[in-house]
């Protein structure tokens, strides 16, 4: 093999595994790693893009990994450089996306020392990763690298992390790089457990699918509408499995559930005597949530054996490849399946108040604008081929309550960490990724400032990008849990931005809503706008203080 150093088997090992962008920032202990990716004369080399943060980088990065399957790659320097990439990589292994994220460091014999930019790397990074490692020769990094990439393919998928000291990346490689590791299939649950499956859907009265995040790759939603062709079976989604029900199949939707236990969702898991949890975690939505005070059976099919609570006892567990599970289940069916006239009857009721909740309140208040009419405009613009990234705040409720979806991963939330910053640096990592496609972003004026630099990086890479600004000058998600536990609010007040000059600051383009400026008209113009452009959309949250109230199931109405 032809002699190369650490960076250049890192770079090969980039190729190999068929990696298309690297995301980071540099500095001086990983600066030879970014030399290699940006002069390399391989045309497979992955593109890199620089960030303006590290935290932004990993989001990008969490961003392919959740919408490919495959992971991100993110790389940065030693100590600020690695920190920063905390909250990006716990984000990440709590919400099922796949990172290799790779972390330079100080020389191999400074690494017991008091010295520049020295932390323990590998100590930090444990807990919010499946693996770590810090390589002490650059014979191993191709295998660390490869042992990375598998294992955070692996269900649950997640982060992982590198430490690689500066001398490793200069130091002689001897031993060839690895190539890609073969992909590993699961095979299905023993057969008498998918009768068992098929038997209580059979018996129950009122048998509900709820979806999670491990139901939401392309594969496993496939499975599932084959499934409920045969199986019509309503059907829940979390919020990070929307997008699983396809137009063909929206009858089976009665919407999505998450954080308070007030949805027509929730109203149907109680009544249920049997829930199907497919690919469920409690991270998007604690079983003592929805699973309290009901009674019914409970079968959990899924990659991943469940956490098992008080509240979560399944009567059956199912662990394999869940569309391939459900396929056999499927066959079971052969002479078809429908539930009962008053089973329809009450679903029919149910769909009633699902749409009818989706309807914008008539309003005498020009300057500002209700969550439901963003929401109905921006549906209206939004075809099946568009990604939709949203951040959190009282928008990420409304958008993950009212926001129709029907293809999977094509409407993003932040539901195991609810990290604020996302949407901006999802939203770059989908219009790499689908090209030639519209991508939305959503945020409120809050999160918005956590990743708002990355604008430069999106005017950079020309990327055609909407960002939504719901602007009503508080951390309101905060503000109106505050208000519904103290009758007050504190900590929760910010400043003005003239969010439409701060795009053009960048090279984009700002747009605001006001009365002379329709919420239409500026959004038509939005999405005939070349690049980045960010629409700043005053908002009437008079409505919040609904969001959490405890609206007990059954009076639901």
Do not use: C
């Not at 001086?28 to 992955?46: G, N, R």
């Not at 935290?55 to 993110?74: C, D, E, H, W, Y």
């Not at 073969?182 to 859907?201: E, F, S």
């Not at 038509?524 to 405890?550: M, R």
């Amino acid at each position: 093999m032809t002699e190369m150093n650490g960076a250049k088997a890192i770079t090969q090992s980039l190729i190999n595994h068929d990696v298309q962008y690297v995301f980071g920032i540099p500095g001086a202990k990983v600066d030879q790693l970014f030399d290699d990716l940006q002069y390399s004369k391989d045309p497979k080399t992955p593109k890199l893009i620089i960030a303006r943060h590290e935290q932004n980088a990993a989001f990008m990065a969490s961003g392919i990994g959740r919408l490919t399957g495959k992971p991100g790659i993110v790389a940065v320097t030693s100590g600020p450089g690695v920190t920063n990439l905390a909250t990006g990589l716990v984000t990440a292994t709590a919400e099922n996306d796949p990172i290799v994220a790779i972390g330079g460091q100080v020389k191999r014999d400074d690494l017991a020392r008091l010295t520049h930019q020295s932390i323990a790397s590998t100590a930090l990074m444990a807990p919010t990763t499946k693996f770590t490692a810090e390589i002490q020769d650059a014979n191993n990094l191709s295998e660390a690298f490869s042992n990375a990439y598998q294992i955070s393919m692996q269900a649950k998928k997640g982060a992982t992390f590198l430490s690689v000291p500066q001398n490793v990346l200069s130091d002689t490689v001897t031993r060839p790089v690895m190539k890609a590791p073969k992909p590993v299939r699961q095979g299905i649950p023993d057969p008498t457990d998918l009768k068992k499956l098929a038997d209580a859907i059979r018996s129950a009265k009122l048998p509900v699918i709820l979806t999670g995040m491990r139901a939401s790759d392309d594969e496993t939603a496939a499975g599932i509408r084959h499934f409920l062709k045969k199986v019509p079976l309503p059907v829940v989604e979390t919020y990070q499995s929307a997008g699983v029900i396809s137009h063909d199949l929206e009858d089976s939707y009665f919407g999505r559930v998450g954080l308070f236990r007030n949805q027509p969702g929730d109203l149907l898991l109680k009544k249920s005597d049997l829930v199907i949890a497919v690919g469920y975690d409690p991270i998007e939505y604690e079983a003592r949530n929805w699973n309290h005070d009901r009674k019914g059976q409970i079968i959990n099919l899924d990659s991943v054996l469940p956490e098992l609570t008080a509240d979560y006892q399944p009567d059956l567990i199912l662990q394999g490849n869940i569309a391939a599970s459900l396929e056999a289940v499927s066959d079971a069916f052969a002479l078809g399946f429908t539930l009962s006239a008053e089973t329809n009857t009450y679903l029919d009721s149910l769909r009633h108040k699902l749409e009818k909740r989706d309807v914008p309140p008539v309003s005498d208040n020009k300057d500002l604008v209700h969550p439901l009419s963003i929401v109905q405009e921006l549906q209206k613009r939004v075809d099946d081929s568009m990604t939709v990234t949203v951040d959190v705040g009282s928008h990420y409720i409304w958008m993950a309550r009212h926001f129709r979806s029907y293809e999977p991963r094509h409407l993003l939330f932040s539901n195991g960490m609810q990290t604020l910053g996302v949407a901006l640096p999802w939203a770059i990592s989908a219009a790499l990724v689908r090209p030639n496609t519209q991508i939305v972003s959503v945020s409120g004026d809050g999160g918005f400032l956590f990743s708002g630099q990355e604008l430069e990086t999106a005017v950079r890479e020309h990327l055609n990008i909407v960002h939504l600004i719901w602007d009503d000058g508080y951390y309101d998600m905060v503000r109106f849990q505050e208000r519904a536990k103290y009758g007050r609010e504190s900590g929760v007040k910010f400043g003005p931005v003239d969010f439409a000059k701060y795009a053009e600051s960048f090279g984009a383009t700002g747009l605001r809503v006001d009365r002379d400026h329709s919420l239409s008209e500026v959004l038509d113009q939005a999405f005939a706008t070349d690049g980045p452009v960010v629409v700043d959309i005053p908002v009437d949250y008079a409505d919040n203080a609904e969001l959490a109230k405890e609206m007990l199931p059954d009076k639901f109405n």
